[in-house]
């Protein structure tokens, strides 16, 4: 029998901790733990996004920093602004709203923040830590995936997971953390060969293509389960659009034994370890000073 992976619910667990870690901090250090977040241009659903994360911050006793920049902004300009955020005290975290307009680089962006304000996990000095398995900060969509997973399993200790897709953003760091796991992990791409064959003998299906109901039930072994980490918009025949994941999701749940849905499922769980990493990065901090 499927059963749904709630990430709002899990999320909202979650939050309810990082309330509470947030609000010793605040009682210890007379502030609260501080999340900046850069934004650059207008596109609609990193401004959603963005929205919602500072919505985040409100709700569990941290302050957040809204910078936004015209999208003509350039890479020294958004060098420097980074630059600036390290070196404020009132700063822990720094969030570089991903993707960037396609003039800026967005690995050397990342690259400028401190490694001691990288909450998104994704500078190359965080990312060499998680591959040794000793990480500071874990990727926020990566931890949340196997948050879902410890959720349903006891162990993922010798569990077969293929992964589809290896974003350098999920895919990559999302297998590290399983194999420091000692999940046994193939990393699939557009080049792998039989994915459908390598797909149906996994324990653990893990989708992150980025294509619409591109997994459909052939792929899927009976009692499997899938992490669904696409978000894609289709137009509907009424003119409507709806957010659909990369799983064909009617199709395949009646296969699974878990399954997240799309939305309700990894999304939240990205938000809600983005808001964890910031806490952790501001004990850190404080602990360094």
Do not use: W
Not at 160 to 180: F, K, Q, T, Y
């Amino acid at each position: 029998m499927t059963r749904l992976i709630d990430g709002k619910h899990i999320a909202f667990l979650k939050r309810q901790e990082i309330n509470q870690d947030a609000l010793v901090f605040k009682q210890t250090y007379h502030r609260a733990p501080g999340l900046a977040v850069i934004l650059v241009g207008h596109d609609p659903a990193s401004e959603i996004y963005v929205r919602r994360k500072i919505e985040a911050c409100q709700q569990v006793s941290i302050t957040s920093f809204l910078h936004q920049f015209d999208v003509e902004t350039s890479q020294d300009t958004l060098h420097q602004t980074i630059h600036q955020l390290n070196n404020n005290p009132a700063v822990d975290g720094i969030l570089l709203q991903l993707p960037l307009p396609k003039h800026l680089d967005a690995m050397k962006a990342v690259s400028v923040i401190s490694p001691h304000k990288d909450v998104d996990g994704l500078h190359p000095y965080n990312q060499g830590l998680l591959n040794q398995g000793r990480p500071t900060f874990a990727p926020c969509t990566p931890q949340g995936c196997i948050q879902l997973l410890h959720s349903c399993c006891d162990s993922l200790v010798g569990a077969n997971i293929v992964i589809v897709g290896r974003s350098i953003l999920v895919g990559r760091p999302l297998a590290a953390m399983l194999i420091n796991l000692n999940a046994t992990v193939t990393l699939a791409h557009s080049y792998t060969k039989n994915l459908q064959t390598l797909c149906q003998q996994a324990d653990i299906v893990i989708s992150v293509v980025g294509k619409p109901q591109f997994l459909t039930a052939d792929y899927i072994k009976p009692g499997a389960i899938v992490i669904d980490v696409g978000i894609n918009r289709i137009a509907l025949p009424d003119g409507k659009a709806k957010l659909v994941g990369d799983v064909d999701f009617d199709n395949v749940a009646p296969k699974t034994s878990f399954i997240t849905p799309v939305p309700g499922g990894v999304g939240p769980m990205t938000i809600a370890n983005l808001l964890l990493n910031t806490v952790k990065a501001a004990r850190l901090n404080k602990n360094e000073e």
